[in-house]
């Protein structure tokens, strides 16, 4: 019995010592658990003001010696939407603006110009085209700031991909780019077949343009050569101009102008896409192929592109004013000698396809849902108003006008590209929006 009672002693004892224990211990946690929700709720105050140009953000604290942040899933939680995300950039109206910022740059300032769209040098006389802003309905985004812009993009590759509207565009940034360089500009340009390249060599910058109109290889491949009467394309082969995309920071693309004819052939076998006695081809209508091109499309660029290295956009399509009944001008007239812009809202040019505009933003849609992103610059709409803006003949002619065409200049008139300066800058501004994104409302200042 004596062993027993000494036991449960030892027992109670060893419970009481135990309780001690626990209770010092508890007391330990509680008091830690207390200091770390104070730490989250310190840096819960912290706040991302603005992004510095180095893309670095710099923080405002409620106390200086404080330097915790936010881990990765607070900041997407918390961080407040962009611009690009709250407003509708792409639904607006043209606003005369001669004043406060417009045109980016003289004519004559930007050496680097091709002559197709130098409308000025060719003998356009006036020039209001060059002086309109475009004002999206109840917002607003950065104007170009061009001190900026040359300090951001740094040891970037942008990389234009597409036929020469996109090519007109690259002419735009390339002319932005110039105007905004201080001092002596250190450049280097060149042309290997079918990439065009623009160098900056004190800031390390690359910005190109590459010649492929329907993205996959096509009977047009050739940038000097591809004036043809049929649309010839291997609409799975889409690798020998990929590879010469893959390392971009920044890609552009576009397609769409060469896909309006109404019927594309599709290369069976391995024939030349130029022609030929043994040449085996599908015919199908132009819809059914710019679909069946962003399907092969998409599929390059699940499979070779990382979206966490590489941003992605798409220029959609751009109108054709060829047709001035579209706007109660004569039969048979096109945008020559056209100074305004239209006024009336939602109009719509019979050239653009919105069934092609719709397979567009189908494809980027799923690509989405599968966790690619490719954002969609929409411009088809403000495109639409301008049918002022384009080069018509006052552009450098690869052959002299034929006497037919100098008695009717309305046939003979480029109503596809665009002069610059002018609409092409828009899009850049809006593209820029989107690359470097901000939370901070633009200063309106146009008085």
Known sequence: MGKKHSSMVWDMKTMFYCSIIMFFLGG????????????????????????????????????????????????????????????????????????????????????????????????????????????????????????????????KWLLFVGDSVNRNQWDSMMCMLYKSIPGKKKLKLGLNRTLY?????????????????????????????????????????????????????????????????????LLKGPGSLLGGPNQVYDEVDNIRAYKMVLQTWSKWVQTHIDPAKTKMFFMSLTATHSKAKDWGGENQATCYKETEPVTVDGFWESGTTRQMLRILESSLSKLKAKGVNVQLINITQLTQYRKD???????????????????????????????????????????????????????????
Not at 424 to 446: G, H, S
Request: charged share 25%; hydrophobic share 30%; proline share 7%.
């Open 28 to 155: 330990i946690a509680t008091i830690s658990f207390y200091r770390n929700n104070s730490k989250e709720a310190v840096s819960s105050n912290i706040k991302v003001t603005h992004t510095t140009a180095n893309g670095n953000a710099d923080i405002d604290t409620n106390k200086k010696n404080n330097t915790q942040g936010f881990d990765h899933q607070r900041m997407r939680e918390i961080t407040p939407s962009s611009l690009t995300e709250t407003c509708d950039l792409f639904s607006g109206r043209w606003v005369h603006d001669n004043k406060s910022h417009y045109p980016l740059y003289k004519e004559d300032e930007c050496p680097l110009m091709y002559g197709d769209l130098a409308c000025q040098t060719y003998g356009r006389k006036d020039s209001k085209y060059q002086q309109w802003r475009w004002q999206p309905h109840g917002c607003d985004f950065p104007r170009f700031d061009g001190n900026d812009v040359v300090e951001r993009p740094k040891g």
């Open 197 to 265: 390249s623009f160098r900056a060599r004190d800031y390390n910058m690359s910005v190109d343009y590459y010649w492929a109109p329907m993205l996959v290889e096509f009977n047009g491949d050739d940038p000097s050569n591809h004036s043809l009467d049929h649309r010839t394309v291997r609409i799975e082969s889409i690798k020998k101009h990929g590879r010469h995309w893959v390392d971009a920071d920044i890609l552009v693309f576009n397609t769409y102008l060469w896909w309006r004819l109404p019927i594309i052939r």
């Open 389 to 447: 803006a384009h080069p018509t003949v006052y552009r450098r002619l690869w052959h002299p006008l034929t006497e037919e065409q100098k008695k009717n200049p309305q046939r003979a008139s480029d109503c596809t590209r665009w002069c610059l300066p002018g609409v092409p800058d828009i899009w850049n501004e809006l593209l820029l929006a989107y690359i470097f994104p901000t939370t901070k409302p633009p200063t309106l200042n146009y008085s």
